[in-house]
């Protein structure tokens, strides 16, 4: 699964910066110190879980009643006892109505018409007692495991009205149907579900733990207007005398119960095949039927990619993907059914900004390391998103260049270094709260910054034959972070405990303070590691280092493998420079002091993407000098796009020497870059110069083919207040995308009339979850302004969305609105009232720490 975790970390970083700041490094000979907030917290133990029987093949039939969004179902379940004989069978099952519970047994009896056998089955009712989470079903006898048993369950699931102990803590409850009376005008009825961790079984029965493995037969009776999708393959769909259809779905390769799936809903299909003949189809939403493979299509090179990196080939009968309304995660791999939130539809306009391609690599190497070999516990989780995240760097690697995938990788590591902040916990944990705990940054971005380490130490053969070698030691089976360790030992020909105990084993990352001397044809390199070592290994890290004298590069292999430490390296004279992890693949911080004129040489001689980014960043406050000055100008050209972004980006507001020349070329890049993020930000740079006389521009960037381009010429347009401010606006209040309304929003916050209040509803509904923040913000920003009566109209619209809003961040951004509000009587106590009905674990922690904020 691909948590919403770039957004929801970006948004984090927002509220929590200077409020939780990481705990400086203690002497661990400090008994008195206070154990910092970060460090790794001991939950319950949570051992993978002990299968009394094994579920061989779940067959279920649904039906649908919307009124009461139940499902009507009955499961057949072939299973056998695990090991030791078995008397009973335990399923979970989550807040069902049970109508009968049977044993089923076949006869073949001899028919003398048809002269033949014929097979039919024997209904045995049983007994069993239900708790409403968990059936169980006392069997006719005891039963060994060289028995095959088949019981059937007749059940209604009723996921909207489970109890808070049977959802998860976010009120995950498996099953869920959107809009399921019809209306909400302009949403489309849908049901879909979503079963990790263990949810599925709020609306099937089953043994729902990812160390068990099934096949699986739905059928699925809906109006004949529908479409459905689920796991495996269609194999039937038949008309019903009551105008409905069923379609049946068979999958006959066994995966975990929680990746088991459906969607119901109206949806355009676009289908393709690769050269093997396996088919691959996308389901959007009817308006995005034109941009169906535009969004998806590079999925038929993602594939053959994937095959040839891990060598194996894609292991399952189809490949779907599906985009379906307030989804709760960003996306969901369920085997051969992947399940995306909507905001991966997008139009051919705004495919130009960026696309989904990270997201849509994520889910697909799932169906490799997750759904065909998967972790054994949720404790073991790394083992399927870690992989999956490092898909995401791989295939930018290979579309785009290593730069590219460089940019991925420090987003990443951002990521989790902002929530090491808050937490440092290791990759697998036999110790946690709440399973849900371990869907984090740790097990995403640090884990695949892990992975990346492991490539960097072991090389690109030694790496990808030892996924090989995993994939098909463990095919359709689970594993534990043992076989992996040990795949690559066997690989190598290496002891590498060392290196799994550090990063995996083990909490937090290492902080370095790396110091030089030059003195007497010689460098001396001090390397300390500034970790809490109370909580924290002293790390064993091999790095590259290369040392630059007289223009020319030698480069040394050094273990840094002590608290403090010493390298010499011979130098004639002093260095022009001395980069410390040349490979920039440190998982971890380091504070390396250089200065100006090393950075002006690493920019122009390290042709790593982070070694110019730093020399950029550390840079920008030195414009006033020429030397700088004239890299920063340079740079506006780099070769990379995220280069050019920031060395534009370090001039706003800027008003020093050659500035006609620094704008000039600034003016360039807004008019003609090839990478709309640039032309993005050379407009916004322009507009931080406080004339008007870069309007001509602003207005030429309204008719850019990029809504990223059209929307920042919006800003800066009419915040000079032209005459024709008015009819800009008009002309783009309506439009297709976000950013653009959102920046026409802003304009009209300013104005603060009453009559736009009903502009800004009617937009704010129709915008994608992802989407709906932003405009929350620019909204509260209209009723500061705006009169008491707006204000008042606006409550009812932003209580419920602080309260049901389908993503936490909207919640938050509604409840954050409310705040400027607190005047209006009732507003304070409103907002007590959000807080305390709030479910979701992260969310009700930022209200801890903001409280009235």
Known sequence: MRKMLRVIALFICLFTTNIISLAAPKNPADTTAKRPAWAAKKGAYRPTRALKNDILHTQLKLQFDWLRQHALGTATITFKPYFYPQNTLELDAKGFDIKGVFQLDTLEQYDSTAKKYV??????????????????????????????????????????????????????????????????????????????????????PTVDTPNEKMTQDISLRVDNKFKTISNG????????????????????????????????????????????????????????????????????????????????????????????RDFVAGAMENTSITVHAENVQMDGRSLLDGNSDAVIAHELVHHWF?????????????????????????????????????????????????EAEQKQEPLIRAYYADKEDMFDSHSYAK???????????????????????????????????????????????????????????????????VEKVFDTNKITLTVRQLQDSTYTPIYRLPLKIDVWVKGQKKQYDIVVNRAVQT???????????????????????????????????????????????????????????????????QAMNDRFWKIRQVAISNFSEYDGQEFNSVERIIQSKARVDAHSR????????????????????????????????????????????????????????????????????????????????????????????????????????????????????????????????STYFVRFGAYQVLGLLTDIEGVKSMRKGIRTAERDPKLKEMYGQFGDF
């Open 119 to 204: 097979k039919s089955f024997a209904f045995d009712t049983l007994e069993y007692t239900y708790n409403r989470r968990v059936l169980n079903i006392k069997l006719r006898r005891t039963y060994s495991r060289f028995d095959t048993l088949h019981v059937l369950i007749d059940y209604v699931a009723k996921p909207n009205e489970l109890t808070d102990d049977m959802m998860g803590s976010k009120g995950d409850k498996g099953l869920y149907f959107i809009n399921a009376d019809g209306l909400d005008e302009g949403k489309p009825r849908q049901i879909w579900t979503q079963g990790e961790t263990e949810y599925n079984s709020c609306w099937f």
């Open 233 to 324: 393959l269609l194999v039937e769909s038949k008309m019903n005398d009551d105008s409905t259809r069923t379609d049946r779905w068979v999958q006959n390769i066994p995966h975990a119960p929680y990746l088991a799936a459906f969607v119901v809903g109206d949806f355009a299909k676009e289908t393709e095949k690769l050269p093997n003949g396996l088919e691959l189809s996308y389901y959007v939403e009817p308006e995005y039927a034109p941009h169906a493979k535009a969004i998806f299509g590079r999925t038929a090179q993602m594939i053959p990619f994937f095959e040839e990196k891990f060598g194996v080939k894609y292991p399952w009968q189809k490949y779907a993907q599906v985009a379906v």
């Open 370 to 418: 997750g759904n065909y070999v998967t972790c054994e516990s949720w404790g073991q989780l790394p083992l399927n998103e870690a992989f999956a995240n490092y898909a995401e760097y791989l295939w930018a690697e290979y579309a785009k260049g290593r730069e590219e995938a460089d940019l991925w990788g420090q987003g990443e590591l951002q990521q989790y270094l902002g």
């Open 447 to 513: 884990g695949g910054r892990t992975l990346h380490m492991l490539r960097k130490y072991v090389g690109d053969e030694a790496f990808f034959l030892s996924f090989k070698k995993y994939l098909e030691a463990h095919r359709l089976g689970t594993a534990e972070v043992a076989d992996l360790r040990e795949v690559f030992e066997q690989v190598t020909g290496e002891d590498l405990t060392w290196f799994f105990n550090q990063w995996f084993m083990s909490a937090g990352h290492p902080t370095l303070k």
């Open 567 to 633: 390298f010499e390296f011979p130098a004639e004279q002093r260095p022009d420079l001395v980069d410390f992890d040349v490979e920039k693949q440190l998982l971890g911080v380091i504070e390396y002091e250089k200065s100006k004129p090393e950075l002006v040489f690493q920019y122009h001689n390290c042709d790593n993407y982070m070694a110019r980014y730093e020399s950029v960043t550390n840079l920008e406050s030195q414009l006033a000098d020429s030397t700088v000055r004239h890299l920063m100008m």
């Open 678 to 805: 640039v032309r993005t930000e050379a407009i916004i740079t322009l507009g931080s110069f406080g004339d008007n006389s870069n309007d001509p521009l602003f207005r030429e960037a309204l008719n850019d083919t990029s809504y990223l381009v059209v929307s920042a010429a919006i800003d800066s347009y009419l915040i000079g207040k032209p005459d024709d401010a008015a009819d800009v606006a008009t002309r783009f209040e309506n439009a297709p995308n976000s950013d653009i309304v959102t920046a026409v929003a802003n304009y009209y916050a300013g104005l603060a009339k009453a009559e736009q209040y009903d502009w800004f509803i009617q937009k704010m509904n129709r915008l994608k979850p992802n989407d709906i923040y932003n405009f929350l913000q620019v909204f509260g920003k209209y009723l500061i302004r705006a009169n008491v009566e707006t204000q008042r109209r606006a409550l009812p619209m932003l209580e419920s969305t602080a309260r049901n809003a």
